[in-house]
């Protein structure tokens, strides 16, 4: 009756971007990211280390996020790319496409945009322009 749940988040955090912090430029990360501020470029992980990210109620991204594994309650204005999965938490607003292999929505939370199944294509993560 019970399922195991094979996507967990990264336990750790290695980076955090802090409420008071405005980035203005990509970033590209490794492990945990958490984003409580805000980002004004395009978020990304080397293909090679899966990593990832959580964008809190009080974070907001403007650019392309890619990642393995991604947790956003905040607001998001660009590409949404999930390599393993992406969970959409109920105060979420996605303004674009969303490209997922597994997806969990929670009531409240808002896509402006398609939604893309990836399958087992991963080809489709290489670029944040796809």
Known sequence: MFFKKSNRVQNSIDTLVGVDTRINGDVH??????VDGSICGNVTE???SP??????????????????????NGKV???????????????????????????????????E????????NPQVLEGADN
């Open 77 to 111: 204005v660009g590409a949404v790319k999930a390599g393993q999965f992406i969970e959409l938490q109920s105060k979420a607003h996605i303004t674009g496409d969303v490209h997922y292999k597994s997806l969990e929505m929670h009531t409240g939370a808002v896509i």
């Open 46 to 48: 080397p293909n090679a």
């Open 29 to 34: 990360f490794s492990g945990g990211l958490r």
């Open 113 to 120: 945009g398609k939604l893309v199944f990836l399958g087992d």
């Open 51 to 72: 990593s990832t990210l959580i964008l809190s109620e009080n974070g907001s991204i403007e650019g392309a996020v890619t990642a393995s594994k991604i947790v956003i």
